[in-house]
């Protein structure tokens, strides 16, 4: 069985619907959250086990569980591509893809779901080989978003890429150092925005394919950031641009 280690992810899972599983709850944690959650997952039909901290840290390894772990029968619930641009097309809404490029860390992973969801993106598409999976640690550093945006695998990024141009999606790579700064473009169009891995940035192949590369602009001794920070900033000026548009 597959893990949910959290208060908010558990209660964001929750609210999905459709779980099936058990959730261990910490032995002398009846906090208001947690008793909620209790009373969330009787009602769906879970069975609700008290447990030892020693147990539930095993369980969870060197996860924070914070009291709760929900065990589920099933693995996370990957989308499709081709339906996440239907749902898109179908919402009326400007279009809001990240791509992650060969992302391994699963808290950056998790980070990036977390910012991306808060930040209006449809949906995070990743690549099936080369890339972290949306683990328990990831659930968990996402704060329960990763129960709420969709998450797509796909086989080859360039050609994903590809399909979304067909759809009039433009899509911007980040890399430091290389074309102009974030700020300087207009991002309330239907957008794509590609992250690449920690160490190597976007591979040669999916960054030719991007329409723009762009930077973000630091100062300071230390000019670099990390995935899930230099897609908080981005994530956040699309944001920014589209609300200050209306």
């Not at 369980?59 to 996370?76: D, K, P, R, W, Y």
């Not at 999916?206 to 602009?217: G, T």
Request: glycine fraction near 10%; proline fraction near 2%.
């Amino acid at each position: 069985m597959s893990g949910i280690y959290g208060i908010n992810p558990v209660r964001e899972a929750l609210k999905k619907g459709r779980v099936e599983g058990e959730l261990l709850v910490q032995k002398g944690k009846n906090t208001p959250s947690i008793e909620s959650i209790i009373k969330t997952a009787k009602k769906a039909g879970i069975i609700v086990r008290r447990s030892s901290r020693e147990e539930l840290t095993r369980e969870a390894g060197a996860v924070n569980h914070q009291g709760l772990i929900l065990l589920t029968a099933s693995a996370f619930k990957y989308a499709d591509i081709v339906d996440v641009i239907e749902k898109w097309k179908k919402s009326g809404e400007k279009g809001f893809f990240v791509l992650l490029d060969s992302v391994q860390d699963p808290q950056n992973l998790g980070s990036i779901l977390r910012t991306a969801h808060s930040a209006g993106a449809c949906a995070v598409i990743i690549p099936k080989d080369r890339s972290v999976k949306v683990t328990s640690v990831a659930v968990k550093a996402s704060a329960g978003a990763a129960m709420h945006i969709p998450v797509a695998i796909v086989t080859n990024m360039v050609q994903a890429i590809k399909t979304l141009k067909e759809e009039g999606v433009w899509v911007y790579g980040i890399e430091a150092e290389c074309g102009e700064s974030v700020y300087s473009f207009d991002l309330t169009g239907d957008v794509a925005i590609v992250i690449g891995s920690e160490g190597e940035g976007i591979r040669r192949l999916v960054s030719k394919e991007c329409d723009q590369l762009m930077n973000i602009p630091m100062k300071g001794e230390v000019n670099s950031l990390n995935a899930a920070q230099a897609g908080a900033v981005t994530f956040f000026e699309v944001l920014r641009q589209r609300e200050a548009k209306g």
